[in-house]
């Protein structure tokens, strides 16, 4: 009998209470324990900031969300490969976070030693965290720094097979992966073919979720479910706002069809009525702040920034 294959009776399996257990919450529907998830997006839409999201909400439950998003915050070990930003330039976006991490650490490239970068030694280095640690939750951030856009889909695979065998043997660990997509056409919806390099990625995860930039202003985004093996997936997207204070992250706008953020979609630009603005100077008089006034009028913050300031209302 080959070693390599381990058979079950069928009724064993079902009978078994360790797999009756169902996975807890890492980030809502879109990412659960023992999972291999990627998020994908083009360049620039905010992909990092939403991983230090998830690692965040997962290290201590805090979030913009307006709703628990971890089930297990605080219980989980988390090391963040954060292979594009400096550490001057991670400490000018969170320094002023106001909580404590509490079990997060972050890596980067030694690089005096890039040269020595492969993705065997990168493989190398998370198993060794995984003895030496026991790290719950690995996040790469991201591919491009593994995979030159020549990767053949050989390549794509087996570096998959090997984080998914590293998730397997080890029950407790989970994996966010990060990754480019092509240069999108807006017009069209969020699917696994934007995927940049080999779409073969997509066969190995257990979730996937993209974050598209919308048609309704430059600080706009929203989140599309892809793949889901542990829940339903999201019937609509998660419309998110890009803040910068106190600290770079998301916040939840609403869930929304994603139509309205491709091109043939209704831009909320042009929602600025005569009876909106109206109703603008007249909260604004009354003391509603920015982020008030878009909520109550379901128009974007930076539509009623940007009508305040053109309209020099105080």
């Avoid at 079950?8 to 257990?21: F, G, S």
């Avoid at 550490?87 to 650490?105: E, I, M, P, S």
């Avoid at 630009?269 to 909106?276: G, L, N, Q, R």
Wanted: net charge negative; proline share 3%; with cysteine.
């Amino acid at each position: 009998m080959n070693d390599i294959f381990i058979a079950d009776q069928a009724e064993d399996i079902l009978a078994d209470p360790e797999y009756q257990v169902s996975p807890r919450k890492l980030f809502g529907n879109y990412f659960f324990e023992n999972e291999i998830a990627l998020l994908f997006g083009d360049t620039n839409v905010g992909k990092t900031a939403l991983a230090y999201d998830i690692a965040f909400a997962v290290d201590n439950g805090y979030n913009y969300w307006r709703e628990p998003m971890c089930e297990v915050p605080g219980e989980k070990n988390i090391v963040f490969y954060d292979l594009e930003n400096s550490k001057r330039q991670f400490a000018a976006r969170y320094v002023h976070k106001g909580f404590t991490l509490k079990n997060l650490t972050r890596v980067e490239f030694d690089q005096r030693n890039i040269n020595l970068l492969s993705r065997d030694c990168f493989l190398e280095d998370v198993e060794n965290r995984i003895n030496d640690q026991v790290p719950n939750l690995f996040v790469i951030d991201n591919l491009s720094y593994l995979f030159n856009n020549n990767a053949s889909a050989k390549e794509s695979i087996e570096f998959m097979k090997r984080l998914k065998s590293l998730k397997e043997t080890n029950p407790s660990v989970s994996i966010l992966i990060i990754a480019h997509t092509k240069k999108r056409n807006m017009g069209r919806t969020i699917d696994q073919n934007d995927l940049y390099g080999s779409k073969f990625l997509m066969n190995f995860v257990d979730s996937a979720f993209g974050l598209g930039a919308s048609v309704i202003d430059s600080s706009t985004r929203y989140l599309k479910q892809i793949k889901t093996r542990s829940s339903e997936k999201y019937s609509q997207v998660a419309e998110l706002e890009i803040e910068g204070e106190p600290y770079l992250h998301f916040e939840l706008v609403k869930w929304t069809p994603e139509c309205n953020h491709m091109k043939q979609g209704r831009s909320r630009e042009t929602v600025i009525t005569d009876a909106i603005a109206e109703q603008i100077v007249e909260l604004t008089n009354d003391g509603f702040s920015i982020r008030e006034i878009a909520s109550t009028l379901d128009v974007s913050k930076s539509s009623v920034h940007r009508f305040l300031r053109e309209k020099s209302v105080d």
